[in-house]
C-alpha cells in the first residue's frame, strides 16, 4: 500500500451543471495513510468532487489523479473502491451470497469470511439483504468495498443507519487499517466522527476549499469562546452588550455567552452578578463548522 505520489491530487478541478458551478477550481493533495474528513453543508460540492475522484464523472477543468495516475485505472485494478449511501445490493440475495458475487468480479480479492468479519457481518452472513436493516445494509456495502484491499477507500456517508456501537466499531476498523497504510477520506454530517478520527479536516464551500487542516487547527479557525454560568433570570440585554460579546443564549437558567473576550465575560458574571459553576470553554468543531462555511463567509 505504498506510493511515492500523493494519494489524492487536485488541480484547478471545476464542475458546472448549466449556470451552477458545482466546483470550483478546488486544489487537494492528500498523502498515503491520512484519514481525512471531506466536509461541508449540502450543495457544496463534496458529492461531485467525490463523483470525480471515482471517474463517475468528468471535470470541466482541471485534473484528478490518484496515486500518480487516471481514476479509472486505479478502480479497474481495485485500488480504489467506494462506500456509498444507497444504491447497488440485490435484496433476494443473502449478505456472504453477495460478497462471494462481487468477489467473481475482482482478479484477487481478501476471504470472504475475513471481509465478513471486518464489516461486522459474520452472524448475518446468511440473512437475506432485504431483510437486513439499514446500519447492516451500509456494513455490507463496507464489505464489499474491502474485498480487492484497496490502497483507497473513498466513504460517502458511511454510518448512516448504524447505532452507536455500530459506528464505533466501524471506525474502529477504518483507523486500523490506516494505520497499516491505507488511505481514507469520507464525507460525513457526523462531526463528532471527524473529531474523533480524521487526521485532518478539509472544509469545503460552493465548491471551494475554505479550510484544510487538524481538527485542532480547524477549531482555532473560529475565533471566540463560549462563557457558560446558571444564572437564573439573567439580563440578556445587559449581557449582550459587554464588549466582545457575540451572542448570548438564556436556557431555563443557565445562559451561554459566545464572545471574544471570555475573561471580561467571567469577570462580569462573578462580580456583578449571582452567577455560578462559570465555566470558559473553546469553540467546538461545530461552532467552526458554522463560522466557515456560512454563507457570508468572505473567505470561501
Not at 482541471?62 to 467506494?82: I, Y
Not at 440475495?93 to 471481509?115: D, N, Q, S
Not at 462580569?268 to 461552532?287: G, Y
Request: proline residues 5%; charged residues 25%; hydrophobic residues 45%.
Amino acid at each position: 500500500m505504498t506510493s511515492t505520489h500523493p494519494a489524492v491530487e487536485l488541480a484547478g478541478l471545476r464542475k458546472s451543471f448549466g449556470p451552477v458551478t458545482a466546483v470550483d477550481s478546488l486544489d487537494l493533495r492528500i498523502a498515503p495513510g491520512e484519514v481525512v474528513a471531506f466536509l461541508g453543508p449540502n450543495g457544496a460540492g463534496k458529492t461531485t468532487t467525490i463523483d470525480m475522484l471515482l471517474g463517475l464523472a468528468r471535470p470541466d477543468a482541471g485534473t484528478v489523479r490518484l496515486f500518480g495516475g487516471d481514476p479509472g485505472d486505479a478502480v479497474r485494478h481495485g485500488r480504489v473502491t467506494a462506500v456509498m449511501q444507497t444504491g447497488g445490493l440485490l435484496k433476494d440475495l443473502t449478505v456472504a451470497e453477495t460478497v462471494r458475487m462481487t468477489a467473481h468480479f475482482h482478479g484477487r480479492t481478501r476471504p470472504v469470511a475475513e471481509v465478513l468479519a471486518r464489516a461486522g457481518l459474520t452472524e448475518a452472513a446468511d440473512r437475506p439483504v432485504g431483510k437486513c436493516s439499514g446500519g447492516q445494509q451500509q456494513r455490507l456495502r463496507f464489505a464489499l468495498a474491502l474485498l480487492p484491499d484497496p490502497d483507497l477507500m473513498i466513504l460517502d456517508e458511511p454510518t448512516t443507519g448504524m447505532d452507536v456501537e455500530g459506528r464505533r466499531d466501524f471506525w474502529r476498523a477504518i483507523r486500523a487499517d490506516a494505520r497499516a497504510g491505507r488511505t481514507v477520506v469520507f464525507a460525513t454530517h457526523y462531526l463528532d466522527e471527524a473529531d474523533a478520527y480524521a487526521d485532518r479536516i478539509v472544509l469545503v464551500r460552493q465548491g471551494r476549499v475554505v479550510a484544510d487542516g487538524t481538527t485542532a487547527e480547524i477549531k482555532n479557525l473560529a475565533a471566540g469562546r463560549l462563557v457558560r454560568a446558571t444564572l437564573p433570570g439573567a439580563d440578556q440585554a445587559a449581557l449582550a452588550a459587554l464588549p466582545g460579546v457575540v451572542a448570548v443564549e438564556v436556557r431555563g437558567d443557565g445562559v451561554l455567552v459566545r464572545c471574544d473576550d471570555s475573561d471580561a465575560v467571567a469577570r462580569h458574571l462573578l462580580t456583578r452578578t449571582a452567577a455560578r459553576d462559570v465555566e470558559i470553554t473553546s469553540r467546538n468543531l461545530e461552532d467552526a463548522f458554522l463560522a466557515l462555511t456560512a454563507a457570508e463567509n468572505p473567505g470561501a
